[in-house]
């Protein structure tokens, strides 16, 4: 059981990887366009709601006795949230300033991500 728990955590991992992966890019398209801004942010919400439910995976595995390979595991993960919460929280003073933060705040959670991925 705990396997396969395990193995799901990964797969999410990967999916994940991707998914903020896009999100940049369609973040990068939505600062030149200026279109689009609505969808993006509906997406950032998909991704975050990923990661929680990865770092719930990643809870359960580690209290079955299954801990991540390197300990800074969890503070890429913590890592990643604040990444993805970093655009609805802050404010500023343009439109373009606010996709600037996606866009940045995006990359930041998918190079920490890629980096996951690779630790285990």
């Known amino acids: 059981m705990i396997e396969a728990i395990a ?3 990964a797969t999410l991992g990967i999916a994940l990887f ?3 992966s896009v999100l940049t890019i369609a973040a990068i398209g939505v ?3 200026g279109r689009g801004v609505e969808g993006l942010a509906l997406a950032r919400r998909v991704a975050l709601g ?3 439910a990865q770092a719930a995976i990643g ?3 580690a209290v079955r006795g299954s801990g991540p390979a390197e300990g ?3 503070l890429y993960g913590v890592a990643i949230i604040l990444a993805l919460l970093a655009p ?3 404010e500023p003073s343009s439109e373009r300033g606010r996709n600037a933060v996606l866009v940045g705040s995006t990359l930041l959670a998918a190079v920490v991500a890629w980096r996951l991925w690779g630790s285990g």
Do not use: K, P
């Open 72 to 74: 800074i595991h969890w």
């Open 50 to 52: 990923l990661v929680v």
């Open 88 to 90: 609805s929280s802050l």
């Open 7 to 9: 193995q799901l955590h």
């Open 18 to 20: 991707v998914l903020l």
């Open 59 to 61: 809870l359960a595995v």
């Open 31 to 33: 600062v030149v366009s």
